[in-house]
T-cell receptor
Framework: KQEVTQIPAALSVPEGENLVLNCSFT??????LQWFRQDPGKGLTSLLL?????REQTSGRLNASLDKSSGRSTLYIAASQPGDSATYLC????????????FGKGTTLSVSS | GAVVSQHPSRVICKSGTSVKIECRSL??????MFWYRQFPKQSLMLMAT?????????EQGVEKDKFLINHASLTLSTLTVTSAHPEDSSFYIC????????????FGPGTRLTVL
């Protein structure tokens, strides 16, 4: 059974810092991996989606990498801002058709000004 | 982009009552919809998968007689929490898969259920 782990569970940084969020998964037979942002009491905002054949995806100050063989992904946030404060969730989709996403518990980020 | 709505966004009910949550795909046909539950400071946990016109598949530990799921059309799925108890208080999120565009899933904004 696929399990997704995110480290650290919480992170506090001053504005301007570059930071890395980690995600690991136990079954490397994934179809894709996705990073989401969730603000308190809100739904999910998709940030980046990496297909299993890809190594990384970039969007603005965000860069996500994927090492499928080792079961790891990282989300790199450059020049963090207070508006980046949120919970970041990593989710994987298995190769089986019609399956749902399996989520990690998330990393709660707080960026202070 | 694809939009998924949920209604209501927030509901407070008394213990013992039933609550229905709707999930709609607004601009695409959702052949599959997923229902997730999220407790405070926890991640999203899949509750069930529903395919249009067929019975939902429930994850282990989720009571199918308590959480009734209906996916009667390609744009609407409903989750009914029957005889709700305070421990059912949670954030319920649906996602819908567009059958014509591969495996992409689109998430609704969630429904906050509070059972008194």
């Amino acid at each position: 059974k696929q399990e997704v782990t995110q480290i650290p569970a919480a992170l506090s940084v001053p504005e301007g810092e570059n930071l890395v969020l980690n995600c690991s998964f136990t079954d490397s037979a994934i179809y894709n991996l996705q990073w989401f942002r969730q603000d308190p009491g809100k739904g999910l905002t998709s940030l980046l989606l990496i297909q299993s054949s890809q190594r990384e995806q970039t969007s603005g100050r965000l860069n996500a990498s994927l090492d499928k063989s080792s079961g790891r992904s990282t989300l790199y946030i450059a020049a963090s801002q207070p508006g980046d404060s949120a919970t970041y969730l990593c989710a994987v989709k298995s190769n089986q058709a019609g399956t749902a996403l399996i989520f990690g518990k998330g990393t709660t980020l707080s960026v202070s000004s | 982009g694809a939009v998924v709505s949920q209604h209501p966004s927030r509901v407070i009910c008394k213990s013992g009552t039933s609550v229905k949550i709707e999930c709609r795909s607004l601009d695409f046909q959702a052949t599959t919809m997923f229902w997730y539950r999220q407790f405070p400071k926890q991640s999203l946990m899949l509750m069930a998968t529903s395919n249009e016109g067929s019975k939902a598949t429930y994850e282990q530990g989720v009571e199918k007689d308590k959480f009734l799921i209906n996916h009667a059309s390609l744009t609407l799925s409903t989750l009914t929490v029957t005889s709700a108890h305070p421990e059912d208080s949670s954030f319920y999120i649906c996602s819908a898969r567009d059958g014509t565009s591969g495996t992409a899933q689109y998430f609704g904004p969630g429904t906050r259920l509070t059972v008194l």
